[in-house]
C-alpha cells in the first residue's frame, strides 16, 4: 500500500511517501506510476520554489523507490501560501488515486489527527 502524509511543522511543510500499490508488476504498476508522478512534481515545485528566492533555505528533496520526501520551508505571505496550495494540489491528486484504489492508497491529510 501507498501512504501519502502532508502536514506542516514549525514553518515547514512536509510531504512523505511510502509503499507500494501492489495493483501490477514492478514497472507496469498504473498506480504507483501515478502517484510517483506527483511526488516528482511536488520537488520540482519546491525546486522551482527555491531558485525564485521563496523559501528560507535550500528544500529537502528525497526521491527513491517505495519512499520520497519533500520539506520546503518557505517565506511568510504569499509565497507560503503559494507552497501550501502547492501541496494541497498534489495531495487532492492522491486523495483521487485514494478513492479509485482504496486499497492500495491511503493519504493522511493536512490537519487530520
Known amino acids: 500500500m501507498i ?3 502532508f502536514k506542516e511543522h514549525n514553518g515547514s511543510i512536509i510531504f512523505q511517501l511510502t509503499g507500494h500499490a ?3 508488476e514492478k514497472g507496469k504498476d498504473l498506480v504507483c506510476a501515478s502517484a510517483s508522478i506527483l511526488a516528482y512534481t511536488i520537488a520540482q515545485m519546491a525546486l522551482f520554489m527555491y531558485a525564485e528566492g521563496k523559501l ?3 528544500p529537502t528533496v528525497s526521491l ?3 519512499n520520497a520526501v519533500v520539506t520546503v520551508k518557505p517565506k511568510e505571505g504569499n509565497d507560503y501560501a ?3 496550495h502547492s501541496y494541497f494540489v498534489v495531495q487532492v491528486g492522491l486523495s483521487l488515486l485514494a478513492n ?3 486499497h492500495a ?3 493522511k491529510m493536512f490537519g487530520a489527527g
Open 3 to 5: 501512504r501519502a502524509v
Open 22 to 24: 501492489g495493483t501490477a
Open 56 to 58: 528560507k533555505k535550500k
Open 64 to 66: 527513491k523507490e517505495g
Open 82 to 84: 503559494e507552497a501550501l
Open 100 to 102: 479509485n484504489y482504496p
Open 105 to 107: 492508497v491511503e493519504v
